[in-house]
């Protein structure tokens, strides 16, 4: 299995992880990522296989929403475990961009 | 059953997952699956900052790491590096926009105690058994 998928669904991009958000896979991932950033209006993020996401992964997420800000593009992170959605209300996540529980 | 853990490994990124791969097996040995993520997340918060601050992302340098299973569940991080201004850190408040610096919030929400030497190069994590899910 790759470690992301990418698939355009009624226009958006929706990304969907198979692999924790960690140190290891944002230094791999992140500029990978921009480009889909900076050409799309509309960006999900399917955490259906993430079981962690550890500060460098919070960080990811903060960026890759203000790219999107910058054109008024909107991000949405779905299938979020309990454990996981926890932290990112904790971090106040949930004030910047759409999350969505399991 | 082993109640601690001990490793050496090189400051990397690929060596952090492998060393919390270990730990997560221990856990479920010792059956701790309730802390798992709590551990795990402040486990890899501890490493992260070794690989970056004190060791400045050099994989030559060796970081040593114990998780300790006992009345509390002790994390100690130390590495070769020389040590960053950790009382300068954990004053820092992150904006919200910024992409870093949520390291020390994630400590603070999920750790009793944390305790840094005062080169900045050793630390000790103290999460308090009982304390994950406010049950009996």
Redesign the interface.
């Known amino acids: 299995m790759e470690n992301y998928e990418v698939e355009i669904v009624n226009g958006s991009i929706v990304i969907h992880f198979n692999r924790d958000l960690i140190a290891s896979f944002v230094e791999i991932i992140k500029p990978r990522i921009k480009d889909v950033c900076n050409n799309s209006n509309s960006v999900i993020l399917d955490f259906e296989n993430v079981e962690m996401v550890d500060s460098l992964g919070i960080g990811f997420l903060v960026a890759i929403n203000n790219t999107l800000l910058k054109h008024s593009g909107t991000l949405e992170v779905v299938n979020i475990s309990a454990d996981v959605l926890d932290l990112f209300k904790s971090m106040h996540l949930n004030h910047h961009f759409s999350l969505k529980g399991v | 059953m082993k109640h601690t853990l001990t490793r050496k490994f090189s400051s990397k990124?690929?060596d952090?997952?492998n060393y919390c791969d270990q730990v997560k097996d221990f856990l479920i040995n010792n059956s701790l699956e309730d802390y798992i993520?709590s551990v795990?997340?402040l486990l890899?918060?501890a490493l992260?900052n070794a690989?970056i601050h004190g060791c400045n992302n050099d994989g030559n340098k060796i970081i040593r790491s114990s998780i300790s299973l006992a009345k509390n569940i002790v994390i100690k991080v130390s590495d070769s590096g020389n040590g960053f201004n950790w009382k300068k850190k954990i004053r820092e408040v992150y904006q919200?926009?910024?992409?870093?610096?949520?390291?020390v919030?994630?400590f603070k929400?999920y750790a009793a105690e944390v305790k840094y030497n005062s080169k900045g190069n050793k630390l000790k994590i103290t999460i308090i058994k009982g304390d994950s899910d406010g049950e009996l």
């Not at chain 2, 919200?96 to 390291?103: E, L, V, Y």
């Open positions: 990124f690929s952090v997952d993520f795990i997340l890899r918060e992260n690989v919200d926009k910024a992409i870093s610096g949520r390291g919030i994630i929400l």
